[in-house]
């Protein structure tokens, strides 16, 4: 990348970098990871950074926090999370009916300026309930 923009770089620089040898975070960021994925592997892979952090401090292996969250987002490890991952608002009545689905779900335009797709919503909590036509947070129409 340097050298691609005129940088001179001396080549001693290149082999000086090939010979040293790895940095005490690197060979003990090396270590942790195999401690890491014993202890999520030995509780059936859902332990999260917490917990994972919780055992080997137990187990008298001293690491920060920071540290576990790291390697195991390097690693592509995490916990499994309780409960429902969203909150249901609406219930739809399913003896009502709906009205025809003119894009048929398909929100992809084959060229701009080819599907427009508007959200209308009644806010009952206003002093005046009106029927919003919005763009993000702009408002574009009101009626009464």
Not at 39 to 50: C, I, K, M, P, S
Not at 69 to 88: A, P, T
Not at 100 to 110: C, K, M, Q, Y
Request: hydrophobic share 35%; with cysteine.
């Amino acid at each position: 990348m340097l050298s691609a923009n005129g940088c001179r770089i001396a080549p001693n620089t290149y082999w000086t970098r090939t010979k040293r040898p790895p940095s005490k975070r690197s060979v003990r960021d090396q270590e942790l990871k195999r401690e890491i994925a014993r202890v999520h592997g030995e509780n059936l892979d859902v332990y999260g950074a917490d917990k994972v952090w919780t055992q080997l401090n137990r187990e008298g292996l001293r690491v920060a926090r920071c540290t576990i969250e790291r390697l195991m987002r390097e690693m592509g490890l995490c916990g499994v999370r309780r409960g429902r991952r969203y909150k249901v608002t609406t219930h739809p009545d399913l003896r009502q009916h709906r009205p025809a689905d003119l894009v048929e779900r398909n929100f992809t335009a084959p060229a701009p300026n080819r599907l427009w797709v508007a959200d209308l919503e009644r806010h009952e909590a206003l002093p005046n309930p009106a029927v919003v036509k919005g763009h993000r947070l702009r408002l574009v129409a009101a009626s009464r």
